[in-house]
């Protein structure tokens, strides 16, 4: 099986970026900030490696094996991700800001009935069932990511919370990434799997790397901002709460409620 | 043909949201302090007050203020408009002050955001009741929510200020 130079080039240079944010995760101790996404990162580093040598020894049954295998394990990290940023802009001090969590998962439960409605509804140019369903499975992938991290920006904006930078950062790579696939995988639906398939899956392995490189220079830096420690969020919680108390003694009793 | 242009739209909505979320984010870190409170619309404090005092009171008379008269102390629908704008700003506001005293600001602003999601879930029962008739609201309660929360919001904001930026106090205040 043949590569071009440029393919190789950015085969390789994925992986350099690949372990350099591997690196970066753990060096600067930000594995501890995103766990998830420090796993998701690894991952792909180890499967991108295996992926290059089997595809250089030829071996093109494992190399689909792998493929797909790694697809799927890659949908449940990247949802994973979405998740611990989730966890992160929803939560305050360990408790989720109230309401936020019931309204991010009926938009959430929207976006898989969306997401998989969009991709049963297209019917690429493809000779086997199998590449018909491979275009439907990535196009459901890329619609479900821009979805749920469009909620969760919505959501966050309508209860005004506000990002720590290192997971605003992870989720801006992630999106812009997402959305360049998005338009990859809406070709493919369309042209199928031949016309134009390598040259659209350079453009997304491009994004990729650019998200990369994003993520490395963002998580190098240091965060903006820092955590609030327990003992004066619990002196200030409870001054805040004294005023909650006095406004609520004059809340009308559940008997006026219900006159 | 159809499916494509479907996922086109689809694209560009989400697309074009998630730019207006990163621009509104980017704008709101770049504005200065006078910037954020010259948002602040004109509201009359001492009628509001009255509103929420009825809440207040609710034990003792609580319908000494009717409804009708609520409706127009509160400035009606422009009114409400103009809480739900100040109730934003004030937000903002309160992650501002974070610059100047990060723990109480962060605190203050969590608090902050209890009251005005119990004020937009208040405003929005009043709008749902305006555009469908049949539906049943008990709008004096609704608009007593609206000033309590209003109320706390201010008054939590006022008192951040007064540890965070004193120095700011007074210009906020006659905004306010």
């Known amino acids: 099986m043949g590569l071009s130079a440029l393919d190789t080039v950015l085969w390789a240079a994925t992986i350099v970026m690949l372990a350099v944010l591997v690196v970066t995760l753990v060096f600067k101790k930000r594995f501890r900030v995103a766990p998830w996404f420090t796993i998701w990162i ?29 697809a799927v394990a890659d949908l449940l ?35 898989v009935l969306l997401s998989v409605s969009l991709a049963l509804s297209v019917h690429p140019a493809t000779v086997y069932a199998t590449d018909t369903w491979a275009v439907r499975g990535n ?37 812009a990434w997402a959305l360049t696939s998005f338009i990859v995988d809406m070709l493919h639906s369309y042209w199928g799997i031949t016309r134009h398939y390598a040259q659209l899956d350079r453009i997304r392995n491009f994004a990729y790397l650019g998200s990369l490189i ?46 | 043909m159809f499916p494509i242009v479907l996922m086109a739209a689809t694209f560009v909505m989400l697309a074009g949201y998630q730019t207006y979320f990163v621009l509104r984010r980017r704008r709101l ?24 005092k009825s809440y207040l009171e609710s034990g003792k008379d609580h319908h000494h203020v009717q ?33 100047w005293n990060f723990h109480e600001g962060r605190v203050i602003a969590d608090f902050m955001r209890r009251d005005s999601v119990r004020l937009r879930t208040a405003l929005r029962e009043i709008e749902a009741s305006f555009a469908n008739e049949s539906r049943t609201t008990q709008l004096h309660l609704h608009l007593q929510e609206i000033s309590s929360a209003y109320s706390a ?14 120095g700011r106090l007074p210009q906020l205040q006659a905004a306010l």
């Open chain 2, 153 to 166: 919001m201010r008054q939590r904001l006022l008192a951040l200020y007064e540890n965070a930026n004193a």
């Open chain 1, 139 to 175: 196009l459901f992938t890329t619609l479900l990511i821009c979805m749920l991290f469009s909620a969760l920006m919505f959501v966050s904006q309508q209860f005004g919370l506000s990002w720590r930078s290192h997971i605003m950062r992870i989720g801006y790579g992630l999106t």
């Open chain 1, 42 to 70: 690894s991952s792909g580093l180890t499967l991108t490696l295996a992926l290059y040598i089997t595809y250089r020894l030829g071996r093109s049954s494992l190399y689909t094996i792998l493929y797909w295998g790694w």
């Open chain 2, 67 to 99: 409804p009708a008269d609520m409706w127009i102390m509160l400035g009606q629908e422009q009114g409400l408009a103009r809480l739900r704008n100040n109730a934003e700003v004030m937000l903002d506001l309160a992650v501002y002050a974070e610059r």
């Open chain 1, 77 to 111: 990290l990247q949802l994973a991700v979405i998740v611990e940023i989730a966890r992160s802009v929803l939560k305050r001090d360990g408790r989720w800001v109230e309401g936020s969590h019931t309204r991010f998962l009926a938009m959430a439960g929207v976006s």
């Open chain 1, 214 to 259: 994003y993520w490395f220079v963002a998580l190098w830096r240091a965060e903006v901002g820092k955590k609030l420690s327990p003992d004066v969020f619990s002196r200030l919680s409870s001054l805040h709460e004294q005023v909650e108390y006095e406004l609520s003694d004059s809340s009308p009793t559940d008997e006026e409620r219900f006159s």
């Open chain 2, 29 to 52: 870190q770049n504005q200065t302090w006078e910037q954020l409170i010259s948002k602040i619309q004109p509201v009359d404090f001492s009628q509001l007050q009255k509103v929420a």
